[in-house]
Nanobody, 122 residues
Framework: QVQLVESGGGLVQPGGSLRLSCAAS????????MGWYRQAPGKQRELVAT???????NYADSVKGRFTISRDNAKNTVYLQMNSLKPEDTAVYFC????????????????WGQGTQVTVSS
């Protein structure tokens, strides 16, 4: 069984910072891309940032220059450092991993975390 467990959400004032973490655990052969998505009330889930196993990154235009995604392959963990937060960043943030479970090689499967709330408000 594979799980993605997020942590680090919370309430922060505009201009503040938060760091999200997501650890993948279980019977994992390898992890391809990992990333963060978010969903605000009444809106569709949208991509925030992704990172490949080799470290290549991709960001939504709305977060470029403010958010930084990174990963620790030894810990199967992805991070999202969020700086200069704005009220429009308020959403539930979901971790995603495209990974290969043991027993399914070479096929990869999409996994999602349960989500963590980020609220930016004064």
């Amino acid at each position: 069984q594979v799980q993605l467990v997020e942590s680090g959400g919370g309430l922060v004032q505009p201009g503040g910072s938060l760091r999200l973490s997501c650890a993948a655990s279980g019977s994992i052969f390898s992890i391809n891309a990992m990333g963060w998505y978010r969903q605000a009330p009444g809106k569709q889930r949208e991509l925030v940032a992704t990172i490949t196993s080799g470290g290549s990154t991709n960001y939504a235009d709305s977060v470029k220059g403010r958010f930084t995604i990174s990963r620790d392959n030894a810990k199967n963990t992805v991070y999202l450092q969020m700086n200069s937060l704005k009220p429009e960043d308020t959403a539930v943030y979901f971790c995603h991993a495209d990974l290969i479970p043991y027993g399914l090689e070479p096929w990869s499967v999409d996994y999602w975390g349960q989500g963590t709330q980020v609220t930016v408000s004064s």
